[in-house]
């Protein structure tokens, strides 16, 4: 069965700091990936998804996923963190034999001014 | 603009009383689904529809039904409230493409009391 595992539950970081959020999966078949974002008091919202083509994929808001292959983590990445990504992420996989989307359990990040 | 509409953002309910949570959708997408988000567990599914009158449950079903007499609603009915029914509650809808995302409503906060 699929599942999706992001092991960093609560991340806090300084302004400008890297950001990296871990998001490991098993999928059975075509390999399609999520990222959704949900800032506080706001609907949850797509920020990134890869499903073919160019393994490394660019989001919304600088934030950036590279796919290396299939069972390798697809990691959420972005450079210099601002204190508006303040929010919880969610990684995503659709399950391989119906509509359902299946989600992590989410990692809440605070940025520091 | 796709759009998912919840029809209440915040409620408060007594113990024992059936509650229906509304969810509308404007882009004619197949599936739909019900989450429920809780700190610390991500989103879990509740149950999911994939056409009019088609429903599965989810990961969490119990104490819960659904009801999906048109393609663009999709009402979560709690029979009887408890306490441990108090969360948000989110629903979504997507395409039956699995490369596609799902779009999600605001959420309903419902209390239990």
């Known amino acids: 069965a699929q599942s999706v595992s992001q092991h960093n539950h609560h991340v806090i970081l300084s302004e400008a700091a890297s950001l990296e959020l871990g998001c490991n999966y098993s999928?059975?078949?075509?390999?399609?990936l999520f990222w959704y974002v949900q800032y506080p008091g706001q609907h949850l919202q797509l920020l990134l998804k890869?499903?073919?083509?160019?393994?490394l994929v660019k989001g919304i808001k600088g934030f950036e996923a590279e796919f290396i292959k299939s069972k390798f983590p697809f990691n959420l990445r972005k450079p210099s963190v601002q204190w508006s990504d303040t929010a919880e992420y969610f990684c995503a996989v659709p399950s391989s034999n119906t509509g359902k989307l299946i989600f992590g359990q989410g990692t809440t990040l605070q940025v520091k001014p | 603009d796709v759009k998912v509409t919840q029809s209440s953002r915040y409620l408060v309910k007594r113990t024992g009383e059936k509650v229906f949570l509304e969810c509308v959708q404007d882009m004619d997408h197949e599936n739909m689904f019900w989450y429920r988000q809780d700190p610390g567990l991500g989103l879990r599914l509740i149950y999911f529809?994939?056409?009019?009158?088609?429903?599965e449950k989810g990961d969490i079903p119990e104490g819960y039904s659904v009801s999906r007499e048109k393609k663009e609603r999709f009402s979560l009915i709690l029979e009887s409230a408890s306490t441990n029914q108090t969360s948000m509650y989110l629903c979504?809808?997507?395409?039956?493409?699995?490369?596609?995302?799902?779009?999600f409503g605001q959420g309903t906060r419902l209390t239990v009391v």
């Open positions: 529809s994939y056409d009019v009158k088609m429903k």
């Open positions: 979504a809808s997507r395409t039956r493409q699995a490369n596609t995302e799902a779009f």
């Open positions: 999928y059975g078949g075509t390999v399609n």
């Open positions: 890869y499903f073919s083509g160019d393994p």
